[in-house]
Nanobody, 133 residues
Framework: QVQLVESGGGSVQAGGSLRLSCVVS????????????MGWFRQAPGKEREAVAT???????NVADSAKGRFTISQVKAKNTLYLQMNDLKPEDTATYYC???????????????????????WGKGTLVTIST
């Protein structure tokens, strides 16, 4: 099981920025030399979890329409870390943000990468992002 630890959440005003980090335990998985799909997902109170952005080991990326132009997903393999830079935050971005990974994956037409049967294999515990007006 891949261990994922998110950080960087917090409370900011609308229009502000946050950068989320997801550190992958090197004892459980190394980004170097492996194929994988990783991503950021979020779940707002009373709503279903949704994908925000995914990236694979080759750097192929997809970002949700609601986040395009504002959020950037990136990875630094040397640090075994996944990032989500969030700019121009809006109250509707308020949610718990989760990092997730799949070691075998597929890309869905026009969508995100995921485990072959859907979903992701491993999840972090989440970090809360709260955007105020």
């Amino acid at each position: 099981q891949v261990q994922l630890v998110e950080s960087g959440g917090g409370s900011v005003q609308a229009g502000g920025s946050l950068r989320l980090s997801c550190v992958v335990s090197t004892y459980t998985f190394s980004m170097f030399g492996n194929i994988y799909c990783m991503g950021w997902f979020r779940q707002a109170p009373g709503k279903e979890r949704e994908a925000v952005a995914t990236i694979d080991s080759d750097g192929r990326i997809n970002v949700a329409d609601s986040a395009k132009g504002r959020f950037t997903i990136s990875q630094v393999k040397a640090k075994n870390t996944l990032y989500l830079q969030m700019n121009d935050l809006k109250p509707e971005d308020t949610a718990t943000y989760y990092c997730a990974a799949a070691r075998l994956f597929v890309w869905h037409h026009g969508g995100f990468c995921s485990a072959p049967r859907g979903g992701m294999d491993d999840w972090g515990k989440g970090t809360l992002v709260t955007i105020s007006t």
